[in-house]
């Protein structure tokens, strides 16, 4: 019996070859590759795509286009194109990922949750219409109410109004008071709950439900393990999803052993990110690298997608930084003139100093981190949001994920200087629901003193975005 003629080997596009290959992409163990593509670009490299295509995402977020994505089926590629870990142990697997937590680069975990995802189904099913009742003001103190048997006799809704820090886009704080459990102990008095639009754009619906305690800012990042482990109870009594997620079998050992002590998942925002929706640029770090030993800080955040799906650029601020200064230096010979006129151009440039400042910023690596660390990234804001053009570099650059029910994103953070940064758009016609849980050591924090406290109040949250 003769046998059949293979079929002859698909001739790839060097460009697609290239960008999989390039030495400095960053590859994270376990996760599907992403590369950007316009309708536009030479029918080679569109015929590479189809070859291990698994699904494709158009990114559009506040009216602003930022281009087309592929996510790849790394098993339809060739082996050389595939990633070093695809063929690791699974010992070899945390290795890397245990070195990507220490070098606060994202580590994504496709389907971890998928068991939450299956089990939950009639909860997550009911947060969509959760998210149309806390669009109006009233609709979260309604949502509270209704589930008084959960939280009582441990919570009792307050009835006194709060105020709200940012009324564009907050639209209803509620407060809440806590009992010892052994009936000893201090009253707590300054839990709340606030649901918020996350933009003031027209076109994005996207909203969050955020559980803190005290101050907004001031005790964002609060050392106070009592009042976190409360937030932590309460968060989870309203939206059981989330105690299946900080009890998780995979999740919650992996999170310990990558910490090396025992994790805490608390101030949980619950997120919809609705189509044209998501978040800029940003860090979820607070001011606490100069603290203490160092050790009782946030360490980061774990995000995970219940329904629908996004699609995020996630990097570590260093390689945004090393990032931003190839990009710079590439409009400085002349690449994609019309990414700098735009940005640096005569008129009122969205980039303060123009092209001399950015050109300061790409020459000095620290200068340019500390300008990243800043609220919405100082002079280097307009550039790192920039679509179509930056974000496709940074997809291509392997720092381009996309989230689908039951996958789950560690955001690493040592402070402002040592953290992931991260933006999101939304991947899915429909609107996604997720969890964000901020990490923090499951220990009384050592002793902290006002000073301190005071600089730590420079710091912002991760609900700022
Ligand atoms: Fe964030």
């Known amino acids: 019996m003769s046998r059949a003629p293979r079929p002859r080997k698909q001739q790839l596009d060097p460009l697609f070859e290239s960008i999989l290959s390039a030495p400095d992409r960053d590859r994270c163990p376990l996760v599907d590759p992403v590369v950007s593509f316009a309708e536009t670009d030479e029918a080679g490299y569109l015929r590479s795509i189809e070859t291990a295509v698994e699904r494709t995402v158009a990114l559009e977020r506040r009216g602003a286009y930022h281009g087309e994505w592929a996510v790849?089926?790394?098993?339809?590629?060739?082996?050389?194109?595939?990633?070093?870990?695809?063929?690791?142990?699974?010992?070899?697997?945390?290795?890397?990922?245990?070195?990507?937590?220490?070098?606060?680069?994202?580590?994504?975990?496709?389907?971890?949750?998928?068991?939450?995802?299956?089990?939950?189904a009639a909860e997550i099913a009911e947060r969509d219409a959760l998210r149309e009742d806390l669009s109006t003001a009233g609709g979260l103190r309604q949502f509270v109410t209704a589930r008084t048997a959960e939280i009582e006799p441990a919570f009792e809704l307050l009835a006194k109004r709060a105020k709200l820090a940012d009324p564009e886009r907050d639209i209803e704080r509620v407060l809440l008071a806590s009992f010892p459990p052994t009936g000893r102990g201090k009253r707590i008095e300054d839990l709340w709950l606030k649901s918020a639009w996350l933009s003031t754009h027209d076109d994005d619906a996207s909203m969050r439900l955020r559980f803190s305690f005290g101050s907004e800012r001031d005790d964002d990042a609060s050392r106070d393990i009592v009042r976190q482990r409360v937030t932590a109870d309460l968060a989870e009594r309203l939206l059981p999803e989330s105690a299946a997620l900080s009890a998780h079998p995979a999740l919650a050992p992996l999170l310990d052993k990558l910490c090396g002590e025992s994790v805490l998942f608390t101030q949980h925002i619950a997120y919809w990110n609705s189509k044209s929706g998501g978040a800029l640029f940003h860090h979820d770090a607070f001011a606490e690298d100069a603290f203490d030993d160092g050790t009782w800080r946030q360490l980061g955040v774990c995000y995970v997608q219940l329904s629908g799906a996004t699609a995020w650029l996630a990097l570590a601020i260093d390689d945004l930084a090393a990032r931003c200064a190839e990009f710079v230096e590439a409009l400085a010979e002349g690449a994609l003139p019309w990414v700098r006129a735009q940005l640096c151009g005569g008129g009122r440039p969205p980039i303060p100093g123009g092209f001399e400042r950015l050109w300061q910023l790409a020459q000095d690596r620290a200068a340019c981190t500390a300008e990243l660390a800043?609220?919405?990234?100082?002079?280097?804001?307009?550039?790192?949001?920039?679509?179509?053009?930056?974000?496709?570099?940074?997809?291509?650059?392997?720092?381009?994920?996309?989230?689908?029910?039951?996958?789950?994103?560690?955001?690493?953070?040592?402070?402002?200087?040592?953290?992931?940064?991260?933006?999101?758009?939304?991947?899915?016609?429909?609107?996604?629901?997720?969890?964000?849980?901020?990490?923090?050591?499951?220990?009384?924090?050592?002793?902290?003193?006002?000073?301190?406290?005071r600089d730590r109040r420079s710091a912002r949250s991760r609900d700022v975005s």
């Open 72 to 120: 790849l089926d790394a098993e339809a590629l060739p082996r050389a194109l595939r990633s070093p870990a695809d063929a690791f142990s699974n010992d070899e697997i945390f290795s890397a990922i245990h070195a990507r937590w220490h070098d606060c680069k994202p580590i994504v975990l496709p389907s971890i949750a998928a068991d939450v995802v299956d089990d939950f």
């Open 374 to 453: 800043l609220p919405g990234q100082g002079a280097l804001g307009a550039l790192v949001n920039r679509g179509p053009e930056f974000t496709s570099f940074l997809a291509d650059a392997g720092h381009g994920f996309v989230l689908e029910a039951g996958d789950a994103i560690l955001l690493p953070n040592r402070g402002l200087h040592a953290t992931c940064m991260h933006s999101v758009f939304c991947a899915s016609e429909e609107t996604g629901y997720s969890l964000s849980l901020a990490l923090r050591p499951n220990r009384e924090a050592p002793e902290d003193t006002e000073a301190r406290s």
